[in-house]
């Protein structure tokens, strides 16, 4: 597998409170792969770095060559990218191993607003809602 492109987001309701990942990947042939997983009472953080998480492992899996992530946490992008340091104990441990999954991949991560990433959102919510594990597995 080439490129894939992923469209991510966390979300919980309440802080912490019950929270879901939706992630929406693009497979090079135009495909989508959607995934909606509930991940327990959590921050809106946690759950935006657990949503980019299930993308990386996705790519990873799948022997992807690139990943190029979309995301509307400003948070999450600027510590991937290096603008910011992460310097939560909650979150380190999230944003190492998506470092280490990223490295071995052609990685970018951009910044998009929440309009332009509302079905990784709607996928989120309705895992946080629902306490959905899976939608639609690869």
Sequence with gaps: MADLIAYVDGG??????????????????????????????QDNNVAEYAALLEALQFA????????HVYSDSE???KQ??????????????????????ARSLKFGIAYIP????LEANRLANRAARRQIHELSPA
Aim: contains cysteine; positive net charge.
């Design 114 to 117: 929440r309009e332009n990433n």
């Design 75 to 77: 948070l999450v992008v």
């Design 60 to 67: 990873v899996e799948r022997k992807a060559t690139a990943l």
């Design 12 to 41: 919980s309701h309440g802080s912490p409170g019950p929270s879901g990942i939706g992630v929406v990947i693009e497979k090079p042939d135009g495909e989508l792969v959607r995934i909606a997983k509930w991940i327990g009472h």
């Design 80 to 101: 991937m990218t290096g603008e910011y340091a992460c310097r939560s104990p909650r979150l380190y441990s999230l944003n190492w191993m998506c470092r280490k999954l």
